[in-house]
């Protein structure tokens, strides 16, 4: 299941990137303080009791006769709140799915005036016996009634840094804080600035003067925090930051609209013409593999790279461009929890690699013991979601990072190419009293996902949010919204989306929607949103609140990762325990590789039709109601045929699911083809058989995404996790005569030791390292597949009748031929051969109509593909081994 696959890569991440839990040292509260600060050495380690609501607690307690239960608060535990048992409403129910079978326990109305006053100390959920002893005690989440008594003043607050007239206005929700106070600037200059609450949304503030323009600061906040169980005060940055000095000590009072921060034609910045989702044709990239191995590029690894025009690296990108590529999607760019900034204080592989052999343990181990303190990470570690990271700018200390940001999103765009940002609003780097964790120790146990013993939740790799809670929520559409005003980014990819309410993503698609050029200098309606809607977790089936799943998403102009097709056309999943399981593209029952994992020839070949059924599917653009025949022979719909229990079709329209072959997760396709395909095929088939995968998804209904390089062949030395794995192993080769980044020794231990028995022999394999033919050859075979699907206008088809009436696999059935698929699409006919034989297709309802190869592939850069032939009396289409060809109409 997808689940549990996302989950083991969730796991093997979060082991390393997720910093040791600190233990806050107590901090004394000011004299005057009306709670005194305890240590509460009786505080309940576990929180099992819920407090929805002001007048509702929920805790599954087993009751005894006589006894009663209340809540207790302040360091002493004096305060009470008396409960009596109660049950929960419909809407409670409905609003708390998963609590909707706890017993419920009402607030005594005498009571409920005080809540406010106890949400700013410990409470504690107690029964007591008749006798008043108590029987039971626990903690208290309280993620509930805070949203219950602040959340509808508390989301409509302008937080952080806001400027009026030139003055700031520096802002915290914060509402069981017991004090608040700005610590304004740094060193001998720093001084302490209290600030103001406003009861009725829990936000402080407090307004300055012009000249705070620009100087650092950090909140001060007095609060209780239940993970150590004391009262504790908070030094900590800005959830709302707009700037950072360096390795995110401190926020800095920046206005973004500030003109000295924006590059030379910002105001004026035209825009490649908008492309819908349903026709976007995205290259995935990591903004440092980009160019730190580009000799030809003057700022490697950096933002500035791409205003690199001449690089190697820039050239590439605007030839994918003209080929059909629409956006460029940058993995993580916001600010990053772990690397450090300073250039000088990143480590660098102390070895030389070069002298190593292409099997080597050597290379990995170098890498490993530098990588907790080098200049790499993917960048799914999130310490503040709304500032440029700082390691990619050329001096991470304030505001060159805002600039060099936008000149980015400028020379992408001069380039022909929209941007789209990878954001990562499903978990924090820490919670806690970590030093990195910012959100939990300004509100402790709220913003984090928590379990029914108080626990933070980690399904997603680290510290789960909770952005079905409001002000999380509302943290990130005012993200997303502030990259896309300030930053004028085109495009959203929400990582583990599912982990994120369906009304969350759709409350973003709202808010962008509202932005207009005239009014904010972006066509929010123009900005594309897609993201991963696994089903996994806490939060699987929607047992919390409806997720924003490939399911529930369909129909809402939002797009999800497909994974049936990717699966069908590499073979097997990206965690079988042997890689060498085939698919569509790797040579299942056509050319099979000795692994005894692939079963027997008979089960290789049902095996394989099946995957053609889940390629019909996904070139359908994984459509729950398309019909065809499968290859039984029967008439099914998209949502009928079987992907590991689930549906293989989920999508209500064209655009509602993102077509891939690979992305920087688990192996990249030439990796995971040299684990498939036979170790005596030779560097030019291994290149047509990338050119076929990555055409399924190319050639499909609806979007499509690549990982960047490769159509170079990219490789990462079979990597399955690059995530911490240095530039070694995941710098893109743009000049051939570099390679393609294959036979870079043994991948990294941590993730790939089990796989070292297979890799090895691999690595040394001469059929395995290819040359500039192949590498070129690929690019630019690629670039035919783009031209065609997005000059074709039957490849981007806005429904699903549409769909329908045009798409069709004419041989789908009991006979059609194993590694062939034939697709007729309006005037067009692809023919997909992923054999390794020339096979003639006869499609009889075409006989006497006139086809020939399209114009693009006739006269483009593969030469074997112009060998594909049409015999028009008989309707037959004949295409080369290890082929997809696309004939056109004669009209």
């Known amino acids: 299941m997808r689940a549990a696959v996302t989950t083991v890569v969730a796991a093997a991440l979060c082991a390393v990137l997720a910093p040791a839990p600190a233990t806050a040292a107590p901090v004394p509260l000011p ?28 805790w599954k307690v087993a009751t005894i006769p006589g006894a009663r239960q209340e809540l207790a608060y302040g360091d002493g535990g004096d305060g009470r709140l008396r409960l009596a048992p109660g049950r929960l409403t419909g809407a409670q129910a409905a609003k708390f799915p998963h609590l909707k079978e706890y017993p419920a326990f009402t607030v005594d109305v005498r009571d409920r005036a005080r809540a406010r006053t106890a949400l700013r100390g410990p409470v504690t959920a107690t029964q007591r016996a ?54 304004l600037g740094d060193g001998a200059d720093a001084r302490t600035v209290p600030m103001r609450r406003d009861d009725a949304s829990g936000v402080w503030s407090v307004r300055g003067p012009a000249s705070w323009a620009g100087a650092s600061y950090r909140y001060a906040v007095t609060v209780w925090a239940p993970s150590v169980g004391r009262t504790v005060t908070n030094k900590v940055t800005d959830p709302y930051s707009t700037a950072l000095t360096t390795d995110s000590a401190r926020s800095l009072v920046v206005d973004l609209a500030d003109p000295r921060l924006a590059p030379a034609g910002w105001s004026t910045l035209r825009k490649p013409k908008a492309v819908p989702l349903r026709d976007a044709q995205i290259q995935e990239l990591h903004i440092r593999d980009f160019s730190v191995a580009d000799r030809t590029a003057r700022h490697p690894g950096g933002y500035l790279a791409f205003t690199d025009t001449g690089s190697a690296g820039m050239r590439h990108l605007r030839a994918l461009a003209a080929s059909g590529t629409s956006y460029v999607h940058l993995l993580p760019a916001f600010d990053i929890g772990t690397i450090p900034e300073r250039k000088s204080e990143q480590d660098r592989p102390a070895c030389d690699m070069q002298v190593y052999a292409p099997d080597s343990d050597q290379q990995q181990a170098c890498v490993a013991r530098g990588a907790a303190r080098d200049a790499y990470n993917w960048g799914y570690d999130p310490l503040h979601y709304t500032v440029p990271e700082g390691s990619y700018a050329s001096d991470p200390e304030g505001t060159p990072r805002t ?12 380039g022909g190419l929209r941007t789209v940002m990878d954001v990562v609003y499903n978990h924090t780097v820490a919670s806690g009293q970590d030093e990195k964790s910012v959100l939990d120790r300004i509100v402790p146990g709220y913003y984090q996902r928590l379990l029914a013993d108080g626990t933070v939740a980690t399904s997603t790799c680290c510290a789960n949010t909770a952005p079905e809670n409001a002000m999380m929520g509302k943290l990130v559409v005012d993200s997303v919204v502030t990259w896309a005003r300030q930053y004028k980014v085109d495009g959203f990819r929400f990582d583990l989306m599912g982990h994120h309410p369906k009304a969350n993503i759709l409350a973003v698609r709202k808010a962008l929607d509202a932005l207009t050029l005239a009014k904010d200098g972006v066509d ?42 990717r699966d069908a056309v590499r073979g097997g999943s990206p965690f079988d325990a042997d890689p060498g399981v085939q698919g569509f593209a790797s040579g299942l029952y056509t050319d099979p590789n000795p692994s005894p994992a692939n079963g027997s020839r008979e089960e290789q070949r049902n095996r394989l039709l099946h995957y053609q059924d889940l390629v019909k599917v996904g070139l359908s653009g994984s459509l729950a109601g398309y019909r065809f025949t499968d290859t039984a022979g029967a008439e099914v719909r998209g949502a009928e045929v079987d992907y590991n229990g689930s549906p293989a079709g989920y999508a209500a329209v064209p655009g509602d699911a ?43 209904q609806g979007p499509a995404l690549s990982q960047a390089g490769t159509d170079l062949l990219r490789s990462k030395s079979l990597d399955r996790n690059s995530y911490d794995s240095g530039d070694w192993f995941n710098a893109i080769q743009w000049d051939c005569r570099d390679g393609n980044g294959f036979g870079r020794g043994l991948p990294p231990a941590a993730d790939n030791a089990d796989k070292w028995p297979y890799a090895r022999p691999l690595l040394t394999n001469p059929t395995l390292t290819p040359g500039c033919a192949e590498i070129n050859g690929t690019s630019a075979a690629y670039r035919d597949l ?13 429904s699903t009748a549409a769909v329908q009436s045009a798409l ?16 007729r699409l309006g005037d067009l006919v692809v023919v997909f051969n992923a054999t390794p034989s020339a096979r003639s297709q006869r499609v009889t309802e075409l006989a006497g109509r006139p086809y020939a190869l399209h114009r ?29 060809a696309v004939f056109d109409a004669i009209s």
């Open 31 to 58: 004299a005057s303080e009306s709670m005194a600060a305890s240590a509460s050495a009786q505080a309940p380690t576990a929180a099992e009791a819920q407090w929805i609501d002001a007048g509702t607690v929920v």
């Open 130 to 183: 008749a006798d008043g002893t108590a029987s039971a005690t626990t903690g208290v989440q309280i993620q509930g009634v805070l949203d219950d008594l602040y959340g509808a003043r508390a989301v409509k607050a302008s937080l952080g840094p806001v400027f009026a007239a030139g003055r700031p206005t520096l802002s915290v929700w914060a509402p069981t804080a017991r004090t608040v106070s700005l610590e």
């Open 403 to 414: 600039v060099e940001f936008r000149r980015m999103v400028q020379s992408l765009n001069a």
């Open 524 to 565: 929010g309606r123009a900005i594309v949103l897609y993201g991963e809607g696994w089903n996994f977790g806490e939060i699987a089936d929607d047992v919390r609140f409806v997720q924003a799943t490939q399911h529930n998403m369909a129909g809402t102009g939002i797009a999800t990762f497909s994974d049936r097709a």
């Open 658 to 700: 993102l077509a891939y072959a690979d992305a920087h997760d688990n192996e990249s396709l030439y990796d995971a083809l040299a684990f498939k395909l036979p170790p005596s095929t030779s560097a030019a088939d291994r290149s047509r058989m990338q050119v076929l995968a990555l055409a399924t998804a190319a050639l499909s």
């Open 786 to 798: 783009l031209r065609i699907r997005t000059t074709e206008p039957a490849f981007g088809l806005a």
């Open 808 to 823: 069709s696999f004419p041989l789908s059935g009991p006979d059609e031929t194993p590694g062939v698929i034939t697709m």
């Open 856 to 884: 693009v592939q006739a006269g483009g850069a593969d030469r074997t593909v112009r060998s594909a032939a049409y015999e028009r009396t008989s309707g037959t289409f004949t295409v080369p081994a290890r082929t997809v």
